[in-house]
């Protein structure tokens, strides 16, 4: 009983453990934030300034809750504009890189910000990578007030760490990132054919084993 009981609760840590996030500051409120003016700080490609994360791409700006501009964060105080400062492309972005283990199923959930009534677009895009995986996700309707989209990516490891990017992919003077996560859903499941395999070489050994126990 002791032993059943004990085999549960390592399964459910198990499960719990793969249901956090794996992604350092996933909401962006960690780091030295210097206010440049508007409660915005504004990065070159390169930065690491927010913990976890380096900038690529364009410029990219990172902006709290008293901004000016009439947006507010997803989740926290703090949320990222894709656009930094300039109108359109080029776009950029943030990466960050988490170990994995090849063969698990992972989901990657990110929440788009976009404020077209005042800020441009539509569309509002941001491509997502994964390793070899990507997905453009858009946001295609016209929004009258700061407005946050949950995307999703799902992807299969094939690497003992993944490059996680996500960049700006169409706006005009604002694209909103907030909230990205990582979760590990486990190793892909097998398909029905081949649990059917197993079960029967299952069999097998079942009636092999029994053959030499009556001999």
Same mark, same amino acid.
């Given at each position: 009983?002791?032993?059943?009981?004990?085999?549960?609760?390592?399964?459910?840590?198990?499960?719990?453990?793969?249901?956090?996030?794996?992604?350092?500051?996933?909401?962006? &409120?960690?780091?030295?934030?210097?206010?440049?003016?508007?409660?915005? &700080?504004?990065?070159?490609?390169?930065?690491?300034?927010?913990?976890?994360?380096? /900038?690529?791409?364009?410029?990219?700006?990172?902006?709290?809750?008293?901004?000016?501009?009439?947006?507010?964060?997803?989740?926290?105080?703090?949320?990222?504009?894709?656009?930094?400062?300039?109108?359109?492309?080029?776009?950029?972005?943030? /990466?960050?890189?988490?170990?994995?283990?090849?063969?698990?199923?992972?989901?990657?959930?990110?929440?788009?910000?976009?404020?077209? #009534?005042?800020?441009?677009?539509?569309?509002?895009?941001?491509?997502?990578?994964?390793?070899?995986?990507?997905?453009?996700?858009?946001?295609?309707?016209?929004?009258?007030?700061?407005?946050?989209?949950? &995307?999703?990516?799902?992807?299969?490891?094939?690497?003992?760490?993944?490059?996680?990017?996500?960049?700006?992919?169409?706006?005009?003077?604002?694209?909103?990132?907030?909230?990205?996560?990582?979760?590990?859903?486990?190793?892909?499941?097998?398909? #029905?054919?081949?649990?059917?395999?197993?079960?029967?070489?299952?069999?097998?050994?079942?009636?092999?084993?029994?053959?030499?126990?009556?001999?």
């Amino acid at each position: 009983m002791r032993l059943t009981l004990l085999a549960i609760l390592i399964a459910l840590a198990a499960v719990d453990a793969r249901a956090s996030n794996l992604l350092t500051n996933g909401s962006f &409120e960690l780091g030295t934030f210097t206010n440049q003016g508007s409660d915005t &700080e504004t990065f070159a490609a390169g930065a690491t300034t927010m913990t976890g994360w380096t /900038t690529v791409g364009n410029d990219v700006s990172w902006i709290g809750a008293t901004n000016p501009f009439l947006l507010s964060a997803q989740d926290g105080s703090f949320f990222l504009d894709l656009t930094g400062y300039d109108t359109g492309a080029p776009f950029g972005g943030v /990466t960050q890189s988490v170990a994995t283990v090849v063969g698990n199923q992972y989901d990657l959930s990110f929440y788009l910000g976009s404020y077209t #009534a005042v800020w441009g677009g539509p569309p509002v895009s941001i491509l997502a990578s994964a390793g070899g995986t990507s997905t453009t996700f858009t946001d295609s309707l016209t929004h009258s007030s700061s407005t946050w989209t949950l &995307e999703d990516l799902k992807f299969t490891a094939t690497a003992t760490a993944t490059q996680i990017t996500l960049t700006g992919a169409a706006g005009s003077q604002y694209i909103g990132l907030d909230s990205v996560s990582l979760v590990d859903n486990g190793p892909v499941p097998l398909p #029905a054919a081949a649990w059917l395999l197993l079960s029967g070489l299952g069999g097998l050994a079942a009636l092999a084993r029994k053959k030499r126990a009556a001999a």
